[in-house]
């Protein structure tokens, strides 16, 4: 419980906390923790989107950082008003790391009474919020233009690259589309 309490704390990126946990439990800690930095490299694009949400001193910023995961930076940006946004993203990821944390002791403890979590459709939980948090920023043709080429270049890529290359060399494309606009 001590280690998926730590992993959650520090890591906080559902995905890569389960890519590692699955690498490191097949004895593969190297490709954990690579395969955790390649996951959570696309933030970087909510850390641009973020940045002036954690102005301010250092402190701020760094505990600011440690929330830019996608629903408070999705939810923030639906705001045009800047403090509103702000307070959004405080709000949203705040709530959201302490209830992630809470769950994660609570798994811990007593996951193994679940079973197999895609018994019971979990597997399909992150997909799906995700797809929640960006139906609303697809409201304008160029931003569906550019969703819907991102989606084409991770379908076309799958079946070539390494799992989570076409992940990130879609939203790579996202971000080259938004740019031209």
Not at 52 to 80: F, I, K, Y
Not at 88 to 100: D, N, R
Not at 106 to 118: H, I, R
Request: proline content about 6%.
């Amino acid at each position: 419980m001590l280690k998926a309490s730590a992993l959650s704390l520090l890591v906080f990126a559902g995905g890569s906390q389960f890519a590692a946990v699955g690498l490191a439990g097949a004895g593969n800690q190297v490709a954990a923790v690579i395969t955790g930095l390649l996951l959570n490299s696309r933030l970087a694009a909510f850390g641009v989107l973020a940045a002036p949400l954690v102005s301010g001193p250092l402190w701020r910023r760094l505990l600011g950082s440690q929330l830019v995961v996608d629903e408070p930076v999705a939810l923030a940006l639906e705001h045009e008003d800047r403090e509103r946004s702000r307070a959004t993203f405080w709000f949203a990821g705040s709530l959201l790391f302490v209830c992630w944390n809470v769950v994660t002791i609570v798994g811990a403890a007593v996951g193994d009474v679940l079973g197999n979590p895609a018994s019971i459709g979990l597997d399909a939980a992150f997909p799906a919020v995700f797809v929640a948090l960006l139906a609303p920023r697809l409201r304008d043709p160029g931003s569906r233009r550019a969703a819907i080429g991102g989606a084409v270049v991770a379908l076309a890529l799958t079946p070539l690259l390494p799992a989570g290359v076409p992940v990130l060399l879609a939203a790579f494309a996202v971000l080259l589309a938004g740019r031209q606009r």
